[in-house]
């Protein structure tokens, strides 16, 4: 529907001890939601994984290390760490990712201190990218759950709702590392808030609304 909104939920850093929190809200409100995981080859993280599939959210690549040093060597390093979450999940849940987010988002300069002779280093990323039909999402509001380590709740439910306000489709960033508590105690006020102002949860997908963020090459 044209005049439809909808809003994403996307939790990016996990699978944590608050995963499993998050899922049980999830499920007891009944939206869905998108995870941008990396890997963790645990038996605890095997289970959330197939968690997040089981109970129809989507699962998306984060890439497997989140390491800067490491991913942004080169185009091809960038892609190998990728390619290995995506063959991991695969093995894991029986379900290769369809969605991926950038450590840091599409637009970071971190790759610069790590690899400074390559300005066109994102360019050839996203190009790769593409060859893999691996689509990228950006978010057009945050949480701002990585402000501080732990952020206070009420200041968690004050920014999501502030940055979501006037957005028909809204990208949300939130965080489910472990020190991320308090992205657990805001979300259900979160979801209550944004189900009275008439937004409807959706999980993101190759055919979803995106969000590119605008990339600055100086
Ligand atoms: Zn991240």
Redesign the pocket.
């Known amino acids: 529907m044209q005049d439809e909104k909808t809003v994403y939920l996307t939790f990016?850093?996990g699978p944590s001890h608050n995963t499993a929190r998050i899922l049980n809200i999830l499920q007891q409100h009944n939206v869905p939601a998108t995870f941008?995981v990396?890997g963790y080859d645990t038996d605890f993280s095997h289970q959330m994984y197939q968690r997040i599939v089981n109970e129809g959210h989507q699962l998306g690549n984060?890439t497997y290390s989140?390491d800067y040093e490491k991913i942004y060597q080169s185009p091809e390093a960038f892609i190998e760490d990728v390619e290995k979450l995506q063959d991991f999940l695969e093995t894991s849940t029986g379900v290769r990712p369809e969605v991926f987010?950038f450590?840091?988002g599409s637009n970071n300069q971190i790759y610069r201190r790590v690899q400074q002779d390559n300005p066109y280093l994102m360019i050839e990323i996203k190009q790769l990218l593409r060859e893999k039909e691996l689509p990228y999402f950006d978010w057009n509001a945050s949480s701002t759950d990585a402000a501080a380590v732990t952020l206070d709740t009420d200041i968690i439910i004050k920014n999501t709702l502030k940055h979501v306000a006037g957005h028909q489709n809204a990208i949300i960033l939130f965080?489910d590392s472990a020190a991320k508590s308090t992205t657990v105690e805001a979300l259900p006020t979160i979801i209550r808030r944004l189900e009275s102002l008439g937004y409807h949860f959706d999980v993101l997908t190759p055919d979803s609304f995106y969000v590119h963020f605008n990339y600055l090459l100086f």
Do not use: G, S, T
Request: proline share 10%.
């Open positions: 990016d850093d941008f990396n984060h989140h987010r450590p840091a965080h």
